[in-house]
């Protein structure tokens, strides 16, 4: 825990100082972007991404990955949707309370799997990321809902704009700072990036390290069930491949934001950061008179070139003499 | 705790007649044949269970060899985007108007150099594999699309379509005899080699099997070539019998290989596994996607299962257990 401050800053650092470089070449070659509804924009369009990524982090802290938030954003964003449209006199408001709700019951399997069966999380999150995809499609029958079998409140509801931001954005910064408070200042909160840290050490504390792992795979499901109704009601549609892999998006937000795939390491600011500069690359492209489908190949470059960078850091000296041990020539 | 279990598992397996868990796959499989011709008049006869191979072939000749990375430790999770981008050199090199031999190369290249990548990546670099090869799916995936955009590559000559279309000799298909091979090479290097032994080691402790000489890099990264050409072989195959390049081709294939994997027994931390839990599964698969085929049931249903039985797979060992040490 005592390191933390020491390493992760120049990191989080000189990723934003890249991130505002990249930002300001782009307004100083293309004016007319220069503006602060540009920006506005770009959080607003990239505030999805950082939600998912605060509660994936929330995970990796823990050693853990939670590959199914993709697959949960898209079942509980289908059966939100037929909520509303079945009942659509209540208005947002029973949909706000249901989504995080939802959406930490499925992160609770997740965490059950992990913490009471000892399955590894990898291959927990894998089989859920099946089922909860096949659930989809099961529910919905196949069909799409579209924006026009949605009630106008839910599909206003994000994209409202209040002082100057769509409520999805302010979301996404509350939703970010109320995960980086818990994880400083929450005893829940500093047991899951303790045993994250070192799960020995932990357990002679007394932290019940299952216990923080089932934790923070329910924050990250609530997040994941807040970002389904999100995303639904953002893009006016629900149908089974909503989100398709974008769990690996998430991760790579992370992991360019310097978290550690070891557990133990990571900020929120760093993860924001980390989303914010996928986000600028995106919307770079076609300004650039780059197709979109150069976006994929890109951001793999900067994930590549993010991970080396990452792992040639220096991080705490008993993991790194073990990995540098195992992995030499 | 969890290293001496799985030294002591895979004392156990050095020589494995049929351990515990490949008999209940292959029961499984059984089962599921059984039922597959109980339910459906047209399933039991020589051309059905023949049309069923590519069912598996394609994605089980990949899964093999992914099997011995991910004994040593590692994974590999950018083996679809190594598909598209090999797919996508073979067409390119198609459209150039090449005959069928450099098409082939190319494939095989592209996988090489990728496969190369990724080991350079976590053996030189020290990046987590997890990691590194989610960044390399995208980079591989993203390049296919970044040269291809939305078209779709058809000129292929007609000796190509033999790959995925032919029959070797009766209705034994090319694409089944390439699975049964990479099988047997598998199966052969694991279980029969110096190389197969100390692939376990590095598996089941790195630290130990470096300071018993063995060169943990080499093999890892070996092992990431072989995993990347197979994913060519593979590219070989599906390209063959689609008869085009699209660069969307074999989307979201490496979940379904990385749960053949594991449903074969194979310890995902590594030291634990064998090739014939590695067939099994992939029969399994394969033939259970094939009977919700003739029944008209939806693939993605069919994901619900395999979900289930992933985690059935390492959650019931971990239960029955705790209930006998009780």
């Not at chain 1, 807040?226 to 991760?251: H, M, N, P, S």
């Not at chain 2, 279309?165 to 091979?181: D, K, P, R, T």
Request: hydrophobic fraction near 55%.
């Amino acid at each position: 825990m005592t390191f933390q401050p020491l390493t992760s800053p120049p990191r989080a650092t000189s990723l934003a100082l890249l991130t505002a470089a990249m930002l300001a070449g782009l307004m100083l070659a293309y004016p007319h972007t220069a503006s602060l509804s540009t920006l506005a924009a770009l959080l607003d369009d990239t505030a999805i991404l950082m939600l998912l990524a605060c509660g994936q982090m929330t995970v990796l802290l823990t050693r853990g990955v939670d590959l199914s938030v993709a697959a949960n954003v898209a079942l509980t964003g289908m059966a939100l949707a037929l909520f509303n449209r079945h009942w659509p006199q209540p208005g947002v408001w029973p949909v706000l309370l249901l989504a995080p709700l939802l959406g930490a019951l499925l992160g609770a399997v997740n965490g059950l799997l992990v913490w009471r069966l000892r399955v590894a999380p990898i291959v927990a999150t894998l089989g859920t990321l099946a089922i909860y995809r096949g659930l989809v499609f099961v529910l919905s029958e196949g069909a799409w809902i579209n924006s026009n079998q949605m009630s106008a409140g839910f599909l206003d509801f994000p994209r409202a704009s209040r002082l100057g931001l769509t409520t999805l954005s302010w979301l996404a910064l509350g939703g970010a700072a109320c995960i980086g408070l818990w994880l400083r200042y929450g005893e829940r909160g500093r047991n899951i990036r303790a045993a994250g840290d070192n799960p020995d050490a932990a357990l002679y504390a007394g932290i019940d390290v299952g216990r923080s792992q089932f934790h923070a795979f329910v924050v990250s499901g609530a997040l994941a069930g807040l970002c389904g109704y999100l995303w639904v009601a953002r893009f006016g549609v629900a149908y089974t491949d909503v989100a398709q892999g974008f769990e690996l998006q998430v991760i790579a937000a992370c992991v360019i934001g310097g978290v550690s795939i070891n557990g133990g390491v990571g900020t929120v600011a760093g993860v924001m950061l980390g989303c914010l500069f996928l986000g600028v690359l995106k919307n770079a492209l076609p300004l650039l008179g780059l197709s979109p489908f150069w976006q994929m190949a890109v951001s793999g470059l900067a994930l590549t070139i993010a991970v080396v960078v990452n792992a040639r850091a220096p991080s705490s000296g008993r993991r790194s003499f073990i990995e540098s041990r195992g992995s030499a020539s | 705790m969890n290293t001496s279990s799985s030294v002591a598992a895979h004392g156990r397996r050095a020589t494995p007649p049929l351990p515990a868990w490949e008999s209940a796959l292959a029961v499984a499989l059984l089962a599921v044949l059984a039922l597959n011709s109980a339910l459906s008049p047209y399933f039991l006869n020589a051309e059905t269970l023949s049309d069923a191979t590519w069912q598996f072939a394609e994605k089980g000749v990949i899964a093999l060899p992914l099997a011995l990375l991910v004994i040593s430790g590692e994974i590999d999770i950018s083996v679809a985007g190594i598909i598209a981008l090999a797919s996508v050199a073979m067409g390119l090199a198609a459209q150039a108007g090449c005959d069928t031999p450099v098409i082939l190369a190319a494939a095989l290249t592209t996988g090489a150099l990728a496969g190369a990548l990724n080991g350079f990546l976590v053996t030189v670099c020290g990046v987590s594999s997890i990691v590194a090869t989610i960044g390399t799916m995208s980079l591989f995936r993203g390049g296919a699309y970044a040269i291809l955009g939305d078209r779709a590559i058809k000129q292929y000559p007609e000796s190509f379509a033999f790959f995925g279309q032919g029959y070797v000799v009766g209705l034994v298909s090319c694409e089944l005899l390439a699975f049964v091979a990479m099988a047997l090479l598998c199966a052969v290097v694991l279980h029969f080699t110096i190389a197969g032994r100390r692939i376990y080691a590095i598996g089941a402790n790195p630290m130990t099997a470096r300071f018993s000489g063995i060169h943990t890099g080499r093999h890892r990264f070996a092992l990431f070539v072989a995993v990347g050409m197979a994913s060519a072989v593979a590219a070989i195959l599906l390209t063959s019998r689609l008869g085009s390049t699209r660069p969307s081709i074999a989307q979201g294939w490496e979940l379904e290989i990385v749960s053949m994997v594991i449903l074969g027994g194979v310890a995902v931390d590594g030291g634990r596994g064998s090739i014939a839990g590695v067939v099994l599964a992939v029969l399994l698969m394969g033939f259970l996607s094939f009977g919700f085929g003739l029944l008209n049931i939806p693939g993605i249903v069919m994901s619900i299962f395999v979900g289930l039985l992933l985690i059935a797979v390492v959650a019931v060992p971990h239960l029955l257990s705790r209930w006998r040490n009780r």
